[in-house]
Nanobody, 120 residues
Framework: VQLQASGGGLVQPGESLRLSCAAT????????MAWYRQGPGKQRELVAS???????GYADSVKGRFTISRGNAKNTVSLQMNSLKIDDTAVYYC???????????????WGQGTLVTVSS
């Protein structure tokens, strides 16, 4: 089981970027999926999360600007980031609670991280 994230890049303040993440492998079910980020010199923080039922939660710093969503197959998660600020610069990590067929135990997985740089 793996989480594969994509979509990072360099943008200017005020621009938009979309991150995507897919859970692959022999998966029985996927629970909560989330995006975390770690900025320069900062601790990793939760940005947004979405349950298997579609319930969402956001960090106060991104409310109204970021939108998290899941694909129809429920094994993918995206983060639409609008009105980006310099403070949004960070490595963004995809996170998911996954139950593999092999273990049938709910386990937390992390993606490899994708760099988002907001700079003028």
């Amino acid at each position: 089981v793996q989480l594969q994230a994509s979509g990072g890049g360099l943008v200017q303040p005020g621009e938009s970027l979309r991150l995507s993440c897919a859970a692959t492998g022999s998966i029985l079910s996927v629970g909560v999926m989330a995006w975390y980020r770690q900025g320069p010199g900062k601790q990793r923080e939760l940005v947004a999360s979405i349950s298997s039922g579609g319930g969402t939660g956001y960090a106060d710093s991104v409310k109204g600007r970021f939108t998290i969503s899941r694909g129809n197959a429920k094994n993918t998660v995206s983060l639409q980031m609008n009105s980006l600020k310099i403070d949004d610069t960070a490595v963004y990590y995809c996170n998911a609670n996954i139950m593999p067929w092999a273990t049938r135990k709910l386990t937390m997985y992390w993606g490899q991280g994708t760099l988002v740089t907001v700079s003028s």
